[in-house]
Each structure stands twice: as structure tokens, then as C-alpha cells.
């Protein structure tokens, strides 16, 4: 059976017992390196409010590859710990990465409003706006 397949039947095993973290940390044993492993067992440890894990594996599905679910993820988990600059960093450099994807600027501008900054959320929204006319 594939990883991510493997994954999925443990999130759900986890949404309908609770309690995910011994099969996360059995499951992740099998398959350690594979970002998607990393980014959904992240995710249910965010859903847990275990930040610190959810923190560590999404930084690990990012460095496998990149991807905006686990960028979102990460930045999320910073803004629950109330670090935000670290979440907006976390935003910037998906931008900096895919500075021709519009939905790193959605993102950025859903975190920007967010946090109060609802001129600077507009000109990303326009800049995402932007991006979709010419790609």
C-alpha cells in the first residue's frame, strides 16, 4: 500500500478515535522522509494543538518539497503560538519560492487581514487578482 494512502487511512482512524498520536508516530516510522506523510500527521497534531510536533513535521514536508497546504499549515501553528512574525516569514518565502503563483499572495493577504493589516491584504489580493489574469 502506498504512503499516501497509508496516511490517509491513519487521519481518519485518527478523526473517528481522537487520539492519533500513537498511530502517527507508528505510521511516520514506516515512511519518515515522505512529505505527505509529514504534512497530514502535522496537520493533526496542529488540529491537536500539539504545536511544537505540527511545527517540526511541517518544516520537514516543506524541506522534502514545497507546497502550500504545509506552508499554510506552518504558519498557522506560529500564529497559535503567538509567533507571527515567524508566520509571516513563513508567507514571504512562499512568495519568494513561487513569486508567479497567486495563491501565495491570497495566503499572505488572509494572514495580513488577520492580523489588522487589511491596506497591505488589498494590495496582495490585488497582486493575486493580477497573477491570475496573466497566467
Same mark, same amino acid.
Given at each position: 500500500?502506498?504512503?499516501?494512502v497509508?496516511?490517509?487511512i491513519?487521519?481518519?482512524?485518527?478523526r473517528?478515535t481522537?487520539?492519533?498520536?500513537?498511530?502517527?508516530d507508528?505510521?511516520?516510522?514506516?515512511?519518515p522522509?515522505?512529505?505527505?506523510c509529514?504534512f497530514?500527521?502535522?496537520?493533526?497534531?496542529?488540529?491537536?494543538?500539539?504545536?511544537n510536533k505540527?511545527? @517540526?513535521l511541517?518544516? !520537514? +514536508?516543506?524541506? #522534502?518539497r514545497? $507546497?502550500?497546504?504545509? /506552508?499554510?499549515?506552518l =504558519?498557522?501553528?506560529y500564529i497559535?503560538?503567538?509567533?507571527?512574525?515567524k508566520?509571516e516569514k513563513?508567507?514571504?518565502?512562499g512568495i519568494?519560492l513561487?513569486?508567479?503563483? @497567486?495563491?501565495?499572495? !491570497? +495566503?499572505?493577504? #488572509?494572514?495580513l $487581514?488577520?492580523v489588522? /493589516?487589511?491596506?497591505? =491584504?488589498?494590495?496582495m489580493n490585488?497582486?493575486a487578482?493580477?497573477?491570475q489574469r496573466?497566467n
Amino acid at each position: 500500500m502506498g504512503a499516501v494512502v497509508e496516511s490517509w487511512i491513519v487521519l481518519l482512524q485518527t478523526r473517528t478515535t481522537g487520539s492519533g498520536t500513537e498511530v502517527s508516530d507508528k505510521a511516520r516510522r514506516f515512511v519518515p522522509e515522505n512529505h505527505h506523510c509529514n504534512f497530514l500527521f502535522g496537520y493533526v497534531y496542529l488540529k491537536q494543538k500539539q504545536y511544537n510536533k505540527a511545527e @517540526s513535521l511541517l518544516i !520537514e +514536508s516543506l524541506r #522534502a518539497r514545497e $507546497s502550500d497546504s504545509a /506552508r499554510n499549515a506552518l =504558519a498557522w501553528a506560529y500564529i497559535e503560538q503567538g509567533k507571527i512574525q515567524k508566520a509571516e516569514k513563513t508567507h514571504l518565502d512562499g512568495i519568494k519560492l513561487r513569486p508567479k503563483k @497567486s495563491e501565495v499572495y !491570497e +495566503s499572505y493577504a #488572509a494572514f495580513l $487581514s488577520y492580523v489588522g /493589516r487589511e491596506v497591505e =491584504a488589498d494590495e496582495m489580493n490585488q497582486k493575486a487578482k493580477d497573477l491570475q489574469r496573466v497566467n
